[in-house]
């Protein structure tokens, strides 16, 4: 079983953490260690992330000590789940101003800026977790000829529908906010709608592709 360690974050929550790397399977099991917590009489709110998990307490004063020789324990007892998979194309307009860094991720990966596209666009990728923002989805499955490091510098505003890669991750952002990811194209795509009834475009288990549109480089 892969290692784990839990700790204290704050006052009134509790963390475990897994030892890397990251992986699907593990990931499986902490969507099913968070679903079991998530009615517990002594959790608050679940939190669950790439490879880790946090735990928000109800009772925090009475109960973060205990809670982190618990959540062991309940880690070690856990099983995985796996979400009935749903298939999500993503329309892509790659480089130009909808993915200024292309350029640079093709340089940094010793190719051209064409075999990225068909690169990161030849890959399925699957949902591990939604954060940062509302409906943003960290994927796994980047080749690993394409991870890149984040820019040095953020950017102050990257457009809503912006597709990313920062490190060993891909992304979209389904709002305009600051980022430090390389930005290589963009979706028209919708992730986030408060007003619907599924706010988020994508959920965790999802499995992604994206496809080129003639718009861009394809």
Same mark, same amino acid.
């Given at each position: 079983?892969?290692?784990?360690?839990?700790?204290?974050?704050?006052?009134?929550?509790?963390?475990?953490?897994?030892?890397?790397?990251?992986?699907?399977?593990?990931?499986?099991?902490?969507?099913?260690?968070?679903?079991?917590?998530?009615?517990?009489?002594?959790?608050?709110?679940?939190?669950?992330?790439?490879?880790?998990?946090?735990?928000?307490?109800?009772?925090?004063?009475?109960?973060?000590?205990?809670?982190?020789?618990?959540?062991?324990?309940?880690?070690?007892?856990?099983?995985?789940?796996?979400?009935?998979?749903?298939?999500?194309?993503?329309?892509?307009?790659?480089?130009?101003?909808?993915?200024?860094?292309?350029?640079?991720?093709?340089?940094?990966?010793?190719?051209?800026?064409?075999?990225?596209?068909?690169?990161?666009?030849?890959?399925?990728?699957?949902?591990?977790?939604?954060?940062?923002?509302?409906?943003?989805?960290?994927?796994?499955?980047?080749?690993?000829?394409?991870?890149?490091?984040?820019? #040095?510098?953020?950017? $102050?505003?990257? &457009?809503? %529908?912006?597709?990313? @890669? /920062?490190?060993?991750?891909? #992304?979209?952002?389904? $709002?305009?906010? &600051?980022? %430090?990811?390389?930005? @290589? /194209?963009?979706?028209?795509?919708?992730?986030?709608?408060?007003?619907?009834?599924?706010?988020?475009?994508?959920?965790?288990?999802?499995?992604?592709?994206?496809?080129?549109?003639?718009?861009?480089?394809?």
């Amino acid at each position: 079983m892969q290692r784990a360690r839990c700790y204290l974050l704050g006052e009134s929550a509790v963390v475990l953490e897994l030892e890397p790397p990251i992986t699907l399977v593990s990931q499986r099991r902490i969507w099913g260690l968070a679903e079991r917590l998530m009615h517990h009489e002594d959790v608050r709110e679940v939190i669950p992330g790439m490879n880790n998990l946090t735990v928000l307490l109800t009772n925090p004063q009475q109960l973060a000590l205990d809670a982190i020789e618990r959540l062991q324990s309940w880690w070690e007892d856990s099983d995985a789940i796996t979400p009935e998979p749903r298939a999500v194309s993503i329309p892509v307009i790659y480089g130009g101003e909808d993915g200024p860094d292309l350029s640079l991720v093709a340089e940094f990966a010793g190719m051209t800026p064409s075999d990225v596209v068909a690169c990161h666009a030849g890959s399925a990728y699957d949902v591990y977790f939604i954060g940062f923002q509302p409906g943003f989805p960290y994927l796994g499955g980047l080749p690993e000829r394409l991870s890149v490091p984040r820019r #040095g510098e953020p950017r $102050l505003k990257v &457009p809503a %529908g912006s597709v990313g @890669i /920062g490190g060993r991750q891909t #992304g979209i952002y389904p $709002l305009a906010s &600051p980022g %430090g990811w390389q930005i @290589i /194209g963009r979706t028209p795509l919708k992730l986030f709608n408060p007003d619907a009834s599924r706010p988020t475009l994508l959920l965790p288990g999802d499995s992604v592709r994206f496809v080129p549109q003639k718009e861009g480089i394809c």
